[in-house]
Nanobody, 124 residues
Framework: QGQLVESGGDLVQPGGSLTLSCKASGFTLDDTAITWIRQAPGNDREGVSCIRGSDGSTYYADSVKGRFTISRDNAKNTVYLQMNSLKPGGSAVYSC?????????????????WGKGTLVSVSS
């Protein structure tokens, strides 16, 4: 068993910043990778960022490199996604998911657990 719960979604102006949280329960973050995945209306899911469990290595999609930062707090069993310079039209539901195998993945396939998602709206 395990559960992921996202929070922090909000309406933000273009160019603004927002931090999302993904609270895990039923498993610990130091033995599994967590991936942030977003889906905009009418679009496919897109893996945004991943943090590997074993060593905390981080990975980013090209579309967010330099603007987003993934991190984790093992004591709180929570992964964060700091998003800066949000783009107009960048509204999407952001979900976190658990990658059950060794390593890390920016793909949305093969995830064992998903949160329900949190809505980020970017608009002036």
């Amino acid at each position: 068993q395990g559960q992921l719960v996202e929070s922090g979604g909000d309406l933000v102006q273009p160019g603004g910043s927002l931090t999302l949280s993904c609270k895990a329960s039923g498993f610990t973050l130091d033995d599994t990778a967590i991936t942030w995945i977003r889906q905009a209306p009418g679009n496919d899911r897109e893996g945004v960022s991943c943090i590997r469990g074993s060593d905390g290595s981080t990975y980013y999609a090209d579309s967010v490199k330099g603007r987003f930062t993934i991190s984790r707090d093992n004591a709180k069993n929570t992964v964060y996604l700091q998003m800066n310079s949000l783009k107009p039209g960048g509204s999407a539901v952001y979900s976190c998911a658990r990658y059950p195998l060794d390593g890390a993945s920016l793909s949305h396939y093969g995830m064992s657990h998903w949160g329900k998602g949190t809505l980020v709206s970017v608009s002036s």
